[in-house]
């Protein structure tokens, strides 16, 4: 019961601190980016600790309660894409470390990361692109869209495996993990 009961109280407090992430994000317009990722990273956090089913709970609670309190609900679709993309990757890492030969490679993992990525926002890209403008979209923007949302992803992962593998790996025994 103890256990649960840390479980409950760890979770609850990440869900605090994504909501006031996903909340800064409409008050401090300049940092909007980096405040979405550093509230999806504590869906990794979840999931390192407490599995895939707790993270995929997690990711639902923190899009539910963002659309009851945040100012601007484009962010919360933002932090939805990015919190979905954590746990489709975490699952990925799950499963392909039960797997043997080229799948449990670091090349596969990384050509999995692009795949989904850009299954989210390619279509995303479109979407957008069709709500600006109902004429046809000049193909050199949405061409260069698609290649700079290749560097985003590249620096987004990075700094993700920057704060799950040296930050929370450092700092999690402070919170009893």
Known sequence: MHLNTKKIAFAGVMLALTEVGIALGSVIE??????LAAASFFVG?????????????????????????SPNKLYVVSYAFMGFYILIIETIWYFSGRASGWIRSRNFFWL????VFNVLYIPGLIYFWSMLSEKKTVKGIMLMSVVFGQFIL???????????????KENRHKFGF
């Open 30 to 35: 300049t940092n909007t980016l980096f405040l």
């Open 45 to 69: 956090i979840v999931i390192q600790e407490f599995g895939l089913k707790s993270g995929a709970g997690f990711l639902l609670a923190g899009i539910l309660l963002a659309i009851l309190l």
């Open 112 to 115: 999995m990361k692009y795949l």
């Open 154 to 168: 590249f620096v987004f992962d990075k700094t993700y495996e920057y704060a799950m593998g040296k930050i929370w």
